[in-house]
């Protein structure tokens, strides 16, 4: 049984369509137009289970839509996990710096249900994460991820939704194995929603993105943090996605794929000032 609560949507009508039937045909478009992959999470879904992480990007559909589709196609034709972690950055600073919403969450495509069994897990066993919807209320990162979700698992699939807003790896590290040692017991997928660098030319945002990376495909998740910090550089997701590489890691994960890079130039023509998105794994 679901909590009573229900965290509305706060960017239903802008970051995606508001009404059921526009925003399916938004996500179909998504796998099948532009740089999407080319086809839908169709028949039925994968039984390999090898994903541990997942990287989704999080802005206007219309921008991050087709290479979220690339991560969201992979993890279906992976397999559906019995849990679902979405770890998303914390915009907007209200609320606790790790904050586990465990509302139900509708979109316009219907409820999706807070995971009763791992949630109240999480915040029992780790010292920082508590249960805060505050930090959720103005929140997009997550919030977008939850149609995809439901258009490739059901409308009612069921997750832990996390926002992040303590990125030192004390805490990232701590999160990321709690989640872990309850893999012991579930199957358990994390997914790190973040954009990559905002507001440079597509050449620049490239180049930083592309060292960045190179610490995810080390396996490096405190390298990255640090790289990010040291450098600026503007990855928003940067503690969600080292906290997915600490759990894919704990995993027995050995590698890092990119799955696809885009940026809004792509879409708007614009190359002088970009925000880049990545689809990517670990497993």
């Known amino acids: ?28 478009d998504s796998y099948l137009k532009g ?8 028949g039925d879904s994968g039984n390999t289970r090898r994903l541990k992480g997942l990287i989704s990007p999080h802005a206007g559909y219309v921008y991050s839509g087709m290479p ?26 209200y609320g606790a710096p790790v904050a586990v ?8 495509l219907g409820l999706a249900r807070y995971d009763t069994e791992l949630g109240p897990t999480i915040v029992e066993q780790n010292e920082f994460a508590t ?8 929140e997009h990162s997550i919030e977008v991820q939850v149609p995809f979700l439901q258009h490739a698992f059901g409308v009612d699939v069921s997750f832990v939704p996390i926002c992040l807003g303590d990125y030192s790896f004390k805490v990232v590290e701590s999160l990321g194995k709690t989640i872990a040692n309850l893999a012991d017991e579930m ?15 597509a050449s620049s945002a490239k180049i930083k993105d592309n060292q960045a990376m ?22 928003c997701g940067a503690g969600p996605i080292a906290t997915a590489l600490v759990f894919a890691k704990e995993l027995g994960a050995t590698s890092y794929r990119l799955y696809k890079y885009t940026t809004s130039g792509d879409i708007t023509g614009d190359d002088k000032s970009v925000v880049a998105y990545v689809s990517g794994a670990f497993f």
Not at 35 to 42: A, C, E, I, K, V
Not at 131 to 138: E, F, T
Not at 214 to 235: A, M, Q, T, W
């Open 1 to 28: 049984m679901g909590s009573n609560m229900v965290r509305l949507p706060v960017v239903a009508g802008r970051f995606y369509e508001g009404e059921e039937n526009i925003l399916r045909q938004r996500i179909e």
């Open 101 to 108: 919403c465990n509302d139900d969450w509708k979109t316009p």
């Open 68 to 93: 979220a589709a690339h991560s969201y196609l992979n993890l279906y034709e992976d397999g559906k996990p019995d849990h679902i972690v979405v770890i998303g950055p914390n915009h907007s600073s």
């Open 131 to 138: 249960n805060d919807c505050i930090a959720h209320s103005a």
């Open 187 to 201: 199957d358990i997928l994390v997914i790190a929603s973040s954009d990559f660098t905002h507001f440079e030319s």
């Open 35 to 42: 740089s999407g992959p080319g086809r839908l999470p169709d």
């Open 214 to 235: 190179e610490y995810l495909e080390y396996l490096d998740p405190e390298g990255f943090l640090d790289f990010v910090k040291e450098h600026r550089i503007s990855i």
